[in-house]
C-alpha cells in the first residue's frame, strides 16, 4: 500500500467566508514527505477550513496549495488523490463494510477483483478483518471510525487528512486509536495532516505541530519546541499547564515582582512589562533560597500529579509533584514557602504595545 506522492506546501493560504475575520489568514505550511503534522489550535481557529482547501472541498480566496510541485488550487476534489476522515465518520449507512470501503475504488474505476483484495488488505490493516458483511450501525464508534480509516487509506492517497477523527471515542479508546494511527501513518509512510484542539493528542501523534491562532500559524515545531519553547504567550497558555507571573522590569532590565528580583536568563527592556511563564513542574517550593516568599493555599491531589497552589505578595502559581515523588506530603495550606525555578525554565514576554 506505498503512497504515491507527499510534499505539501500551503503558500499564502487564505478564506474569507465574508462573515467577520477571515477564517484562515495568510497561511505558510510546509509538510515533508511521510511527515506527520498536527493541526492544533481552539475551535474557530480555522483548522477545519484549511483541512477543507487542502481536499478540495472549500475555495480558497486566495494563496497556493501544491503537492510534490504540482498546484492543487484548481484542481476539484476527486482528482486530488486524498483520504479523508472526519470526525462524524460519514459511513454510507445502508452499504456494507465492505462497499464503504471499496466506494473510492468503485469512483476510480478499479476492477472487481482488484478493490476487493484492496478492501481486504485495508480492513486488516485497521484490524477489522471479518466484519466485511456489517452495516455501520452494527459497529461500535471506534470500529466505524476504522472502517472511515480503511475507507480513506485504500485508494492509496497522497495525503491523509484527519479532522479531530477521535473527538467522538471515550478517553481510553481515543488513546488506543490514537496509537494505531501512528503505528499506520509510519508503517505507510504517508503525509499526514491530523487536525484536534487536543493539546495531548497533539503532543503524542505528531512529528511537528503547527498551533493555530485566529486563522494564522502561531507556532511551528516539534512537539519538545512547542512545549519547552512557546514563541507566544498564546501558545504556552494552549500547550500544556502554565504559570504566568506579571513582572516589570528595572532600570537594568532585571525583572521584579514588589521589589524581588526574578530569576530569568533573558533580560526585558528597562522599564517594560512582561510576563514571565514557568511550567508548574518547574515551580522549586522550599524553606528558604527561593525567589519570591508565599504561602500554601491548597494542595490537590490529582491522581498522577499534585498541585500545590501558592500566593504571594503580587502573584499566585502552582507547581506540580509527580504522586510518587515524596516532597509533597509535608505541604499543607497555610504553609510560608519559598517559591524559585531554574532560570532556563523561565520564558519572558515583553508586553507590546497592542497588549498582547
Ligand atoms: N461555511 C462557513 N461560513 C461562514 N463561516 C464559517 C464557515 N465555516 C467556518 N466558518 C467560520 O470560520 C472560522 C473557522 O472555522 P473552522 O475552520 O471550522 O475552525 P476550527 O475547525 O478550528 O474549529 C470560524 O469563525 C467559523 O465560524
Ligand atoms: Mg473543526
Redesign the pocket.
Known amino acids: 500500500m506505498a503512497p504515491g506522492g507527499g510534499h505539501l506546501a500551503l503558500a499564502g493560504l487564505c478564506k474569507d ?1 465574508g ?2 475575520d477571515p ?1 484562515v489568514d495568510r497561511l505558510d505550511l510546509e509538510i515533508g514527505r511521510g511527515e506527520f503534522v498536527a493541526l492544533l ?1 481552539p ?7 484549511t483541512l477543507r482547501m487542502i481536499a478540495g472541498l472549500v475555495e480558497p480566496t486566495a494563496g497556493r496549495i501544491l503537492l510534490d510541485g504540482d498546484d492543487l488550487t484548481a484542481k476539484p476534489t476527486h482528482r486530488r488523490n486524498i483520504g479523508m476522515v472526519f470526525q462524524n465518520y460519514a459511513l454510507f449507512p445502508h452499504m456494507s463494510v465492505a462497499d464503504n470501503v471499496a466506494f473510492g475504488l468503485e469512483m476510480r474505476g478499479i476492477a472487481k477483483a482488484e478493490a476487493r483484495s484492496r478492501v481486504a488488505e485495508a480492513l486488516g490493516l485497521v484490524r477489522l478483518g471479518g466484519l466485511e458483511a456489517r452495516r455501520p450501525k452494527a459497529l461500535s464508534g471506534g470500529q466505524q471510525q476504522r472502517v472511515a480509516l480503511a475507507r480513506a487509506l485504500v485508494i492509496r492517497p497522497d495525503l491523509l487528512l484527519l479532522d479531530e477523527p477521535l473527538s467522538n471515542l471515550d478517553a481510553k479508546l481515543r488513546e488506543e486509536m490514537r496509537g494505531e494511527i501512528r503505528e499506520i501513518q509510519r508503517r505507510l509512510g504517508i503525509t499526514t495532516v491530523f ?1 484536534t484542539h487536543d493539546q495531548a493528542e497533539a503532543l503524542a501523534l505528531a512529528d511537528r505541530i503547527a498551533v493555530m491562532e485566529r486563522g494564522r500559524l502561531a507556532q511551528l515545531g516539534s512537539p519538545e519546541e512547542i512545549y519547552e519553547r512557546p514563541a507566544t504567550p498564546f501558545v504556552a497558555r494552549f500547550v500544556g499547564r502554565v504559570n504566568a507571573l506579571a513582572a516589570e522590569a528595572g532600570a537594568d532590565g532585571r525583572l521584579r515582582i514588589g521589589g524581588a528580583l526574578l530569576s530569568v536568563r533573558e533580560p526585558a527592556p528597562p522599564g517594560a512589562r512582561a510576563t514571565v511563564m514557568v511550567r508548574p513542574q518547574h515551580i522549586q517550593l522550599g524553606s528558604s533560597g527561593g525567589t519570591l516568599s508565599g504561602h500554601v493555599t491548597g494542595v490537590t491531589y490529582i491522581g498522577d500529579v499534585v498541585q500545590i497552589a501558592v500566593a504571594g505578595d503580587g502573584f499566585a502559581l502552582t507547581a506540580e509533584r509527580g504522586t510518587a515523588d515524596p516532597s509533597w506530603r509535608g505541604l499543607a495550606a497555610g504553609q510560608a514557602v519559598s517559591v524559585g525555578w531554574p532560570p532556563d525554565s523561565a520564558r519572558v514576554f515583553p508586553e507590546t504595545a497592542d497588549g498582547r
Open positions: 467566508y462573515v467577520g477564517a489550535g475551535s474557530g481557529c480555522g483548522k477545519t477550513t487536525v
